[in-house]
C-alpha cells in the first residue's frame, strides 16, 4: 500500500473539508446565531426527538458534559425543551420546539447553498462518484467496526 505525505493524505483531506464545510455553513447561518454543533443537535432532533442528553451525545459522538452545556444554550434560547423520561425519573427527554422545526427548512437551504459551492466545477457524474465512494467508505468501516465488536464480545474475559 501506497504511503501519502500527511497534507495529501485522504484522512487529512476529508477532515479538512469537514472543517471547511462546517466553517462555510457557520459564516451563512451566523445571523441566526447558532454554531455548526448547535445546528448539528437541532438536526439530528429533528430525525429522532425526544432523546435523552445521553443518546444525543452517542449520536453527535461528543461527551455528555459537553451536549449538556449545548443542550443548555438551546434551551435558554426556546430552540429545545426537556421533559422528564417517564421511563427513568433521573434523565430528561430532550424535545425541538417550534421555533427550532420552523427553521429546519432554511438549514436545509443553507446546506445546499453550502454543498452547491463546495461541489462547483464537478460534474453530475463526478458528484455521484464522490457520494457513493463516501457512503461505500462508511458502509465498510461500521461493517467493520460491527465484526470487531462480535468477535471481542465473543472473547473470553
Not at 454543533?37 to 439530528?44: K, L, M, T, V
Request: aromatic fraction near 8%; charged fraction near 30%; include cysteine.
Amino acid at each position: 500500500m501506497a504511503t501519502a505525505n500527511t497534507l495529501n493524505s485522504f484522512g487529512y483531506l476529508l477532515q479538512e473539508a469537514k472543517r471547511l464545510l462546517s466553517r462555510r455553513f457557520e459564516e451563512k447561518a451566523s445571523h441566526y446565531g447558532l454554531t455548526s454543533s448547535q445546528w448539528r443537535a437541532i438536526a439530528q432532533l429533528s430525525r429522532t426527538d425526544g432523546l435523552t442528553q445521553v443518546a444525543l451525545a452517542n449520536y453527535l459522538e461528543i461527551e455528555p458534559m459537553t451536549v449538556c452545556r449545548l443542550v443548555d444554550r438551546l434551551e435558554a434560547r426556546g430552540f429545545i425543551q426537556r421533559i422528564p423520561d417517564p421511563a427513568d425519573r433521573r434523565a430528561k427527554l430532550v424535545w425541538l420546539t417550534e421555533k427550532s422545526r420552523s427553521m429546519m427548512d432554511i438549514v436545509r437551504e443553507i446546506a445546499v447553498e453550502v454543498y452547491s459551492e463546495a461541489f462547483d466545477g464537478f460534474t453530475d457524474a463526478e458528484r455521484q462518484a464522490l457520494v457513493e465512494g463516501l457512503q461505500r467508505i462508511s458502509a465498510n468501516l461500521d461493517e467493520k467496526a460491527l465484526k470487531d465488536k462480535a468477535f471481542s464480545e465473543q472473547e473470553p474475559a
